[in-house]
């Protein structure tokens, strides 16, 4: 996919959402001055890491019906 198609997916995708939050989260990266890529990969987390959250998050969740 070209450049310029792309860039219509997203603007689609924009479009479409309704949510007030992931609308705030994306004005957030659109209004950086700079991204600093080897402070956010150190402050990141790994794989096994967000596995385990992700794992531990499911578990805690009530699933009596």
């Known amino acids: 996919m070209n450049m310029s198609a792309?860039?219509?997916e997203i603007i689609k995708w924009v479009?479409?959402?309704?949510?007030?939050?992931?609308?705030?989260e994306i004005n957030k990266i659109r209004k950086r001055t700079s991204f600093?890529?080897?402070?956010?990969?150190?402050?990141?987390?790994s794989i096994s890491e967000a596995r385990k959250k992700t794992s531990d998050f499911i578990k805690s969740l009530d699933w009596k019906k």
């Open 6 to 8: 792309e860039k219509n």
């Open 36 to 45: 600093d890529f080897e402070k956010e990969w150190i402050e990141g987390i």
């Open 15 to 24: 479009q479409s959402l309704e949510n007030p939050v992931l609308i705030g």
